[in-house]
């Protein structure tokens, strides 16, 4: 695609980034609460996740594999030293609107962080460093982390790296997994049995 014009893009997104970052937002309660309630100095605490995440997405698309492995590391790394918005556990929310734009919810962003990490990481040729990131994200909380993409990409990393029935039977304890704490969202066809 537009590779370039992404590159330009990104470069502005950046620059505006630094502008909003340092100038003086209100952190105390004070702070102003944007249409759906979510305090919008939280949001804006989020720019140097999405600038990795982005930058990352940048890398990956331009071949430079190990680059786009460190920012969505960084991505997730900033995500989780920040926590939960205020307000508590969006966890099970899908999307917040915002005016003009979306704002991805935290476990959102880290389930997406995580998923092109170990994207980067199977196309740097590290393929059991892939299926042990997601498979120890799905550990941590699979109510969270295991979503639709993230059950496709690992069954499909298990089907590359195994024979035919191991890879059956990581696919089969995946969907168990996912039976085991009601994840109903996910298809059948996201664990390519059959």
Known sequence: ??????QIVMDRAKEQANIITSSSMPTTTAATTTTTGTD??????????QIAMNEGLLCFANG???????AFKQCIDVQRTLGL?????AKYCRDNYMGHFWVDTHWSVLTQGWNNMALSALYTCRMR???RMMES?????PTAYLTE???????TLYELGADTAASARKKR?????????YLHDIGPESFRLG
Do not use: H, M, T
């Open 1 to 6: 695609g537009a590779v370039a014009e992404s």
């Open 40 to 49: 919008a100095s939280w949001i804006v605490q989020r720019v140097p996740c």
């Open 64 to 70: 430079q594999y190990e680059q786009s492995l460190r």
């Open 85 to 89: 918005p205020p307000g508590g556990d």
């Open 129 to 131: 460093e892939a299926v």
């Open 137 to 141: 994200v799905v550990r941590e909380d």
């Open 149 to 155: 993409r993230l059950a496709f990409n690992l069954c």
């Open 173 to 181: 304890v995946l969907q168990l997994v996912a039976k085991r704490f």
